[in-house]
């Protein structure tokens, strides 16, 4: 299930686990911890009823809807406040507060879940969203690690708030590049928590021992399930039908489909999930399926798939589906020549990676008719856009705001592989992988009593 993504070699146990030890596997507080607790409780009868402003350091996203958690914390003149920050709607859950504040970690300034205050190892996670945190509270319970969840992606602007981590884990927006990651000399593990790695400066983690992990194939049902949600809501005008349908407009014009029945879908990258969308669309709708892959997928062709070169495969499918990795060779695969080669009408739907795709030809493609319908779920420029909140805002990104107007075109904000079986897959194989490297393998039991 997982996969290094550096072939580094691992650190000495005692380097690994210069991460905090705990002696007892219980929680027991030290004299200095009940200080700290009693100054903290101290801190919330006396800040519970005052509103403090300025922005949320807990985050530093200055998004009003933002719910990494309604408190923060800040070191003002070696007390520690607790105050209450505009960006989380000016609500105090006093009750969680203290639960909060009792348990956080040193560090501060971000809400800690497991058994906190402890001496255990910690892991600091980057864009944990609100529906991520019940997971991997659940996930947790099994392996008692210190979680500072973070709700902001990881940037230049709030790399200071990982320093001194060992650990650190991150969604697919963070930024791991040798800029900010040579701000981190203690960092000694990153864990994605997904399947690209793109994001990561994995030469840069191969020289300095930063070992890498992903979380590989945890759901490829769920993405391969969201292309087919694509196709089938763009080749319906689902999207279109329902806006209509608000309106009591029951005019069907414009709405004409066509049978995915014995049309020809093209699958680039027959990998896990690229796999599974073939054995829908070939078993489930009766698709003739053809494939682009410098593997070939053997089961796939025993199944009745079979594989072509880019350029054929460009030329005869009605529907192109993408699921190959983001690496030098695919970026920008789909761009204005290769677009010239594929079928009038044809219908691209992108899940994998937002630069597989030259979004520019796309549009034009769309411009002309060239391209019939475009489903991306993925966008190269969607890192300052997407798992944000940015109605209101004034859109800085042409690009996308132009392709948004067009009726045959459907954006989701890389959400294929948002289902429940996908977060609960995905935070505990985080969780015990993090576990699994600090521990170096053995038996559960064993590794536990090390902690
Ligand atoms: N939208 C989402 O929510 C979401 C979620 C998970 C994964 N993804 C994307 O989906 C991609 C595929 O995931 P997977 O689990 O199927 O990966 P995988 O490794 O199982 O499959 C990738 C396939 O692509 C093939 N490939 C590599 N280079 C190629 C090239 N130059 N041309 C054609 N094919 C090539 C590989 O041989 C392999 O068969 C991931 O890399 C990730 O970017 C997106």
């Not at 990651?181 to 990153?190: G, K, V």
């Not at 005008?237 to 029945?261: S, T, W, Y």
């Not at 429940?420 to 576990?435: K, M």
Request: with cysteine; charged share 25%; net charge positive.
């Amino acid at each position: 299930m997982f996969k290094t993504a550096t072939g580094t070699g691992d650190p000495s146990p005692a380097e690994r686990l210069g991460l905090r030890k705990e002696s007892h596997p219980t929680h027991q507080q030290n004299p200095r911890e009940q200080q700290r607790v009693q100054a903290g409780k101290d801190a919330i009868n006396f800040n519970s009823a005052s509103t403090s402003s300025g922005w949320c350091s807990n985050c530093e996203c200055k998004d009003s809807r933002c719910s990494s958690s309604t408190e923060v914390e800040k070191q003002t003149g070696g007390q520690r406040v607790i105050h209450e920050d505009p960006s989380h709607k000016g609500v105090i859950h006093l009750q969680q507060l203290r639960q909060n504040f009792t348990a956080a970690g040193d560090e501060g300034g971000a809400c800690t879940e497991g058994q906190r205050g402890s001496q255990r190892p910690r892991l600091i996670l980057f864009s944990v969203a609100q529906y991520e945190r019940q997971h991997l509270k659940a996930a947790n319970k099994k392996f008692g690690l210190e979680l500072v969840l973070r709700h902001d992606r990881l940037t230049d602007r709030n790399v200071h708030k990982a320093k001194g981590f060992r650990a650190l884990s991150c969604f697919v927006d963070d930024d791991l590049s040798e800029k900010i990651l040579s701000q981190l000399p203690e960092l000694r593990l990153i864990a994605v928590r997904a399947t690209g790695t793109d994001n990561v400066d994995l030469n840069y983690c191969k020289k300095k021992g930063i070992k890498v992990l992903n979380v590989q194939g945890y759901n490829p049902t769920a993405i391969a399930e969201h292309a087919v949600a694509l196709m089938l809501a763009l080749n319906r005008h689902v999207a279109q039908a329902h806006q209509r349908a608000r309106e009591f407009d029951f005019d069907l014009k414009g709405n004409v489909g066509f049978n995915m029945k014995g049309k020809t879908v093209g699958i680039i990258g027959t990998g896990q999930i690229g796999a599974e969308t073939a054995l829908i669309l070939l078993k489930g709708f009766g698709c003739k399926v053809i494939a682009y892959d410098i593997k070939q997928n053997e089961n796939l062709v025993k199944e009745g798939v079979s594989y072509a070169s880019l350029e054929d495969v460009c030329a005869q499918s009605d529907i192109i589906s993408l699921h190959a990795p983001l690496t030098q060779q695919t970026k920008y695969m789909v761009n204005a020549e290769s677009i010239q080669r594929m079928k009038k009408g044809v219908m691209l739907i992108n899940t994998s990676r937002g630069q597989l795709v030259d979004t520019h030809a796309v549009l034009e493609g769309l411009k002309t008719g060239h391209i019939g319908y475009l489903g991306m779920d993925v966008y190269e420029n969607e890192k300052k856009l997407f798992f944000r909140n940015h109605s209101g805002e004034i859109i800085q990104d042409d690009l996308l705001a132009r392709l948004v107007t067009l009726p045959n075109v459907i954006v989701t904000g890389h959400q294929a592989f948002l289902t429940e079986e996908s977060l609960v897959a995905i935070e505990q194989t985080t969780l015990s992988q993090v576990y699994d490297w600090l521990n170096e393998g053995g038996p559960g039991e064993k590794r536990k009593s090390k902690l």
